[in-house]
């Protein structure tokens, strides 16, 4: 462990060789492996685990329930959902050893992925995306998409401030919490930089 500036629950076990940011809160019966990566202000709800060269960047939140496996990379602000579940195998069998066939799945910047979700390993998720509660990602998901159902869809865009977008004629919408303007051009959005 690189410092002690992040609390443990009692209950837990961090395991040596893990680098924890300050701020980082680890809570009841969560485990951590030796040689994964967590970054500042993270909170680690009851009974997660995360497994070895898993990394997770600053401000991650993981709800209850929630198993990192190794092969996931979240970037900063993501917000994990309870018992919303990653895999690591896109085959896997009980009797075949498949621990180098590991596919490698991205949580980009400010995305969140909702309670029970499944994210079928090797599908990025694309920064200040939105996996509704219970979907099923097969594929990759696009910056800011709303993705629901099983398998899951895209119906439409959502906002950094976590709002739908609606885009007029000429391809621009405004957040309705905040008032920022996205544009939409060729399937993609991309935020007014002001």
Same mark, same amino acid.
């Given at each position: 462990? $690189?410092?002690?500036?992040?609390?443990?629950? /009692?209950?837990?076990?961090?395991?040596?060789?893990?680098?924890? =940011?300050?701020?980082? #809160?680890?809570?009841?019966?969560?485990?951590?492996?030796?040689?994964?990566?967590?970054?500042? @202000?993270?909170? &680690?709800? !009851?009974?997660?685990?995360?497994?070895?060269?898993?990394? &997770?960047?600053?401000?991650?939140?993981? !709800?209850?329930?929630?198993?990192?496996?190794?092969?996931?990379?979240?970037?900063? @602000?993501?917000? &994990?959902?309870? $018992?919303?579940?990653?895999?690591?195998?896109?085959?896997?069998?009980?009797?075949?050893?498949?621990?180098? /066939?590991?596919? !490698?799945?991205?949580?980009? #910047?400010?995305? $969140?992925?909702?309670?029970?979700?499944?994210?079928?390993?090797?599908?990025?998720?694309?920064?200040?995306?939105?996996?509704?509660? =219970?979907?099923?990602?097969?594929?990759?998901?696009? @910056?800011?998409?709303?993705?629901?159902?099983?398998?899951?869809?895209?119906?439409?865009?959502? $906002? /950094?401030?976590?709002?739908?977008?609606?885009?007029? *004629?000429?391809?621009?919408?405004?957040?309705?919490?905040? *008032?920022?303007?996205?544009? &939409?051009?060729?399937?993609?959005?991309? #935020? *007014?930089?002001?």
């Amino acid at each position: 462990m $690189s410092n002690k500036n992040y609390f443990t629950h /009692e209950s837990a076990y961090v395991d040596e060789g893990c680098e924890i =940011g300050e701020g980082t #809160k680890i809570w009841h019966f969560s485990h951590v492996m030796p040689n994964c990566k967590i970054g500042k @202000d993270c909170s &680690l709800g !009851q009974n997660v685990f995360v497994a070895s060269k898993v990394v &997770l960047g600053n401000n991650v939140k993981v !709800q209850n329930n929630v198993s990192i496996y190794e092969g996931v990379f979240c970037e900063d @602000d993501v917000f &994990l959902g309870p $018992s919303m579940v990653f895999t690591n195998v896109y085959n896997p069998r009980s009797g075949v050893i498949r621990k180098d /066939e590991y596919r !490698q799945t991205i949580v980009k #910047k400010g995305a $969140s992925i909702g309670a029970n979700a499944t994210i079928v390993c090797g599908n990025n998720i694309g920064q200040y995306a939105f996996i509704g509660a =219970g979907a099923v990602i097969k594929t990759e998901v696009p @910056d800011y998409a709303l993705m629901v159902g099983v398998p899951a869809r895209q119906i439409g865009w959502i $906002s /950094e401030h976590g709002e739908r977008l609606i885009f007029d *004629e000429n391809g621009i919408a405004t957040c309705p919490g905040n *008032e920022e303007k996205y544009h &939409l051009k060729e399937n993609k959005v991309t #935020k *007014e930089i002001s």
